[in-house]
């Protein structure tokens, strides 16, 4: 039985953390940063944790990782 290959999109995106949480980076923060105000850019810096309701699908992508 061949192993399970973990997506390799996936695995530059996001980081399993210890308690089975995953973490990923904000999107809308590449470019066309002109015409989005500070507050906004400023809410999107830092590193989120994926929501519940995708966890399915990041089970899938990495498998092997315990979700």
Not at 6 to 28: E, I, L, M, N, W
Not at 44 to 60: E, F, I, P, S
């Amino acid at each position: 039985m061949p192993k399970m290959k973990t997506k390799s999109a996936a695995k530059k995106r996001f980081r399993v953390r210890p308690g089975g949480t995953v973490k990923r980076g904000q999107a809308f923060k590449r470019h066309i940063l002109t015409k989005k105000t500070t507050k906004n850019k400023r809410h999107l810096r830092g590193a989120v944790n994926v929501h519940a309701t995708n966890m399915g699908h990041m089970a899938q992508m990495l498998p092997g990782q315990g979700l």
